[in-house]
């Protein structure tokens, strides 16, 4: 996994309307670049709501907000959509950027093993340096947690 004081790595990846967006669009701003395994899914909602429901304060610091997972632009619509997003949310569906972020990994659930994406958040400064990572990003904390850091840093 990428680490703070790492360069952040460059991708390019198609939102839910199909639009590519890269990392290096958004040089001169804080980014929070966060991985989650799943739309629809219980953590991810829990996730994906609490960072609508700052969002307000995310745009006040002129921070830029990018979920990424390997679903595809029409999950990710209806996620947006459902759940009223602000935020964009990319499709890694190959998991190359996951794989760049070391945030594809072995998991296991009753036993059994299997390839997944771990939960995790980088803040990424305005020169393209990760600050902080949180590796196993709280659904329900993750959110404010990145606003505590801000506060502090």
């Known amino acids: 996994m990428l680490k703070a004081g790492m360069k952040a790595e460059n991708f390019s990846l198609p939102d839910a309307d199909g639009n590519i967006h890269s990392l290096i ?17 219980s ?5 994906a709501c ?3 429901d700052v969002y307000d304060d995310y745009k006040e610091r002129d921070l830029v907000l990018i979920g990424v997972s390997k679903d595809d632009e029409n999950s990710h619509k209806k996620f947006i959509e459902k759940y009223d997003l602000p935020f964009l949310l990319l499709s890694d569906v190959d998991t190359t950027v ?3 972020y070391g945030v594809w990994v072995e998991k296991s659930l009753y036993g059994n093993h299997y390839m997944g994406i771990q939960r995790a958040t980088f803040i990424i400064d305005e020169n393209g340096t ?10 329900k904390e993750n959110a404010n947690d990145i606003l505590n850091f801000l506060n502090r840093y």
């Open 25 to 41: 669009d958004y040089r001169g701003k804080k980014v929070i670049l966060y991985f989650y395994p799943k739309d629809m899914t």
């Open 43 to 47: 953590g991810c909602t829990t996730q």
């Open 50 to 52: 609490a960072f609508r």
């Open 98 to 100: 996951c794989k760049k």
């Open 130 to 139: 990760i600050i902080k990572v949180f590796e196993k990003a709280s659904p």
